[in-house]
């Protein structure tokens, strides 16, 4: 059974840093792509960064590049994003997904396949 736990959310002030967490179990990293989405309000559930299990690399969406950092931990079965600089337009529910996928990690959520519970990320001025 494949398992994404995602955590890590709060509430900041502008300027500020967060890092979220992603435990994930259940299948093989090296053959997925794993990541970040967030979702505003009314708005549609957005790629933000994610990574590609087998080769690590990874890719941003400009909103935040520069600003955001996507890691994993193998040996913990752990994925982060490491985010600095908060900005409230960053406010949002943030979710871990995974792809089962080899041929390049997927734009659009529909293509992935198992999801965290999202952790909510405030930002205030």
């Known amino acids: 059974q494949v398992r994404l736990v995602d955590s890590g959310g709060d509430s900041v ?24 989405f967030r979702q505003k309000k009314e ?12 080769t690590g690399r990874a890719v941003y969406a400009d ?8 890691s994993r931990d193998t040996a913990k079965n752990t994925l982060f994003l490491q985010m600095n600089n908060l900005r409230p337009e960053d ?4 979710y871990c997904a995974l ?13 992935y396949n198992y999801w965290g519970r999202g952790t909510q990320v405030t930002v205030s001025t």
């Open 13 to 36: 002030q502008t300027g500020g840093s967060l890092r979220l967490s992603c435990v994930y179990s259940g299948y093989p990293e090296s053959s997925a792509c794993i990541g970040w």
């Open 43 to 54: 708005e549609e559930r957005e790629r933000i960064a994610v990574m590609d299990g087998g």
């Open 63 to 70: 909103a935040i590049q520069d600003r955001f950092t996507i």
């Open 91 to 94: 406010t949002a529910m943030y």
């Open 99 to 111: 792809s089962r996928t080899s041929h390049g990690c997927p734009i659009h959520p529909n293509r």
